[in-house]
């Protein structure tokens, strides 16, 4: 038979234009989200339901089954077999390399099933009943798709073996989408099916700000893996605009700054504030090299910490150098083999030496299993997904130590309370207080409290991490230090902004007393102590971080005080900046409980493009008289 290659190349180009369609990426921006930039980043009916909704999810495995099916009978009608089998082939490629979308789109199960139904039905259902039977069995989507993968050839091969070479190929190609599911499942990570709670109060919308300029709601779902120090430099336009020149705007963004030089131990970064100055690069050095690591024997523990960000890596060589078995986990196995190949960690603590005795993994089952304690250093809205991860691993009377400070944005939970869901068998103790990573890691004294409803374990995690430049305090009182964690952070944005509009010194120290009033009363009004908040992890913790350009928090705010607008803020810093993603929860926390918090209610509305800087400091200081202590 003479194949008509202009035919099939048209039948081609129609089914890679349907595959294009994406719902599940359109849905996400209804609803205010990019798909692939929350859960597993994937474009898919899995992400959607666990990123938005099962409603959601439903409504786009429609219309992804729809477009594989639309596709190939269109092809059979205008190419019959091999007419068919270029749609099967195309229509995928189109929905997961889509050009409208930036060729970022899913992994094609859905589309697939669709195309599978109108080539041959009864080997698709078949084949459907095999993934359903392993997604109730297993809970893992990703399981239910490789295993009717692997029988679908066979199933061809049966049902219309006209098609037995063809199904090979796409089998193994969308087998290959998989990849990544397959590492996680060889490993033990690969999380079970779980239902977002999205809804349309949070959908993208444009507003103006006091300028009548229209600005756009930051996307919601920002990547939350640290990634260093964003490396786009701003134009010289750009730099007009916002009156700043550029190693100002180069030290806000990677953390230099006088503070930042000083906690360096190097003085000649002093000397490189200035334009014109040529910022040297120091040698790497080994802060603890003087260090006497005790042997503890038997007292020894075996430490998990999981993250490899700044304060993760400084927490895992203190503890080291107290004494103890320590193994750094980070995902990426690269990363993680170079940590262990240079000692330093390039992206977030350039110019340290790590201790030699860190072990390091990239494998998450490894790190945890016989851990007796296992630290948390990884950002607040990934802690659920994490800790649900390391669940099946942890021993036994392990105590889970907390370093993130926030709140859930769709749960609205402080992160004790999300531990008593995902890890409810573990002790939990929560670490805050001031205690920048880059001063730790190069043992400058600091002092912290670990807070537990348990007092021998909060008692042993101090004995744990205490040492002669790093004190630590016990309190039981959860509820004050967890909120004290997490508001600081949207203080430290706005008084980072504040001080980017050169406002003065007055205006900070109004924004942090202020701020201590707000603390306080959405602290006691779900049961805190007062006392907490006067100390290292309410009025201790908020100094440093409003005060220090090592906090991402108060970075992101001098940008945007420079004229910034707030994600492209974010993106600058580079790391993660807690405070972008809790605002809206602790406002939401705040508005259901009638508490008044108006400094955090304005910088949320001035991250979300609601209001310019200069409109809230106008409403701020314009506010009804009221008692100072009121």
């Known amino acids: 038979m003479t194949l008509d290659y202009t035919n099939l190349a048209i039948i081609?180009?129609?089914?890679?234009?349907?595959?294009?369609?994406?719902?599940?990426?359109?849905?996400?921006?209804?609803?205010?989200?990019?798909?692939?930039?929350?859960?597993?980043?994937?474009?898919?009916?899995?992400n959607t339901i666990r990123v938005i909704g099962l409603t959601a999810g439903l409504i786009c495995l429609f219309v992804d089954v729809l477009k594989?099916?639309?596709?190939?009978?269109?092809?059979?009608?205008?190419?019959?077999?091999?007419?068919?089998?270029?749609?099967?082939?195309?229509?995928?490629?189109?929905?997961?390399?889509?050009?409208?979308?930036?060729?970022?789109?899913?992994?094609?199960?859905?589309s697939a099933f669709g195309a599978a139904?109108?080539?041959?039905?009864?080997?698709?259902?078949?084949?459907?009943?095999?993934?359903?039977?392993?997604?109730?069995?297993?809970?893992?989507?990703?399981?239910?798709?490789?295993?009717?993968?692997?029988?679908y050839p066979a199933l061809?091969?049966?049902?219309?073996?006209?098609?037995?070479?063809?199904?090979?190929?796409?089998?193994?190609?969308?087998?290959?989408m998989h990849i990544s599911n397959i590492i996680r499942l060889s490993k033990g990570e690969e999380k079970q099916l779980t239902f977002g709670q999205r809804t349309l109060r949070d959908r993208k919308k444009p507003v103006e700000d006091n300028n009548n300029v229209v600005a756009s709601e930051p996307e919601a779902g920002q990547t939350?893996?640290?990634?260093?120090?964003?490396?786009?430099?701003?134009?010289?336009e750009e730099l007009r605009e916002l009156g700043a020149d550029a190693q100002v705007v180069e030290d806000i963004e990677s953390g230099e700054s006088p503070i930042a030089a000083d906690a360096t131990r190097e003085p000649s970064l002093i000397g490189a504030q200035t334009q014109d100055a040529i910022r040297p690069a120091p040698e790497p050095i080994d802060y603890y090299a003087d260090t006497v690591i005790p042997d503890l024997g038997e007292k020894a523990c075996k430490i998990a910490v999981?993250?490899?960000?700044?304060?993760?890596?400084?927490?895992?060589?203190?503890?080291?150098?107290?004494?103890?078995?320590?193994?750094?986990?980070?995902?990426?196995?690269?990363?993680?083999?170079?940590?262990?190949?240079?000692?330093?960690?390039?992206h977030y603590l350039p110019y340290v030496i790590l201790s030699d005795r860190i072990k390091y993994t990239s494998d998450l089952k490894e790190a945890v299993t016989g851990k007796s304690i296992v630290v948390f250093a990884v950002p607040t809205q990934q802690f659920r997904e994490v800790s649900s991860a390391c669940a099946e691993f942890l021993e036994d009377g392990v105590i889970a130590v907390n370093l993130a400070k926030g709140i859930e944005q769709v749960s609205l939970k402080r992160l004790s309370q999300i531990a008593a869901e995902t890890i409810p068998d573990a002790t939990y103790v929560a670490l805050s207080g001031p205690s920048h990573a880059e001063e730790v890691v190069r043992n400058f004294p600091a002092g912290v409290v670990v807070c537990s409803k348990d007092k021998e374990a909060a008692e042993h995690i101090q004995d744990v991490f205490m040492s002669e430049k790093f004190r630590v305090y016990t309190q039981d009182d959860m509820i004050g230090v967890e909120t004290c964690g997490a508001v600081k952070n949207v203080i430290a944005i706005a008084t980072g902004i504040a001080d980017g509009m050169k406002l003065g010194s007055n205006a900070r120290a109004v924004l942090m007393t202020r701020a201590i009033h707000e603390i306080k009363r959405l602290g006691t009004a779900a049961g805190a102590n007062p006392e907490t908040f006067s100390g290292l992890s309410g009025i201790g913790d908020l100094i440093v971080t409003c005060s220090t350009n090592l906090s991402r928090n108060r970075r992101c705010g001098l940008l945007i005080g420079l004229g910034l607008e707030p994600e492209e803020a974010v993106k600058r810093v580079g790391s993660v900046v807690e405070g972008y993603y809790t605002a809206e929860a602790i406002c939401e926390v705040a508005e259901m409980n009638g508490i008044e918090m108006p400094i955090c209610r304005a910088?949320?509305?001035?991250?979300?493009?609601?209001?310019?800087?200069?409109?809230?400091?106008?409403?701020?200081?314009?506010?009804s008289k009221k008692d100072e202590l009121i």
Request: positive net charge; glycine residues 12%.
């Open 68 to 110: 594989g099916f639309v596709a190939v009978t269109v092809g059979y009608n205008m190419g019959d077999v091999m007419g068919s089998m270029v749609a099967f082939a195309c229509v995928i490629l189109g929905h997961c390399f889509p050009v409208i979308w930036k060729f970022k789109g899913g992994k094609g199960v859905a």
């Open 306 to 346: 999981i993250g490899n960000g700044s304060f993760g890596t400084a927490m895992a060589n203190l503890l080291v150098y107290n004494g103890h078995d320590v193994t750094l986990y980070g995902r990426n196995a690269m990363a993680m083999e170079l940590l262990q190949e240079r000692r330093i960690n390039d």
């Open 224 to 236: 939350y893996t640290e990634i260093g120090v964003a490396d786009k430099p701003l134009t010289e």
């Open 603 to 623: 910088t949320n509305l001035i991250l979300k493009g609601r209001l310019a800087p200069e409109k809230a400091i106008k409403q701020l200081m314009s506010r």
């Open 156 to 176: 061809i091969w049966y049902y219309y073996p006209e098609c037995f070479y063809f199904s090979i190929g796409a089998a193994a190609f969308l087998i290959l």
């Open 12 to 46: 081609g180009a129609i089914a890679y234009a349907i595959g294009n369609i994406s719902p599940s990426i359109i849905i996400g921006k209804i609803y205010g989200v990019d798909i692939r930039k929350e859960g597993s980043g994937n474009a898919g009916t899995t």
């Open 117 to 151: 139904l109108a080539l041959n039905w009864p080997s698709a259902i078949a084949a459907f009943v095999v993934a359903l039977v392993l997604l109730i069995l297993t809970r893992r989507m990703s399981v239910g798709s490789i295993g009717a993968l692997l029988v």
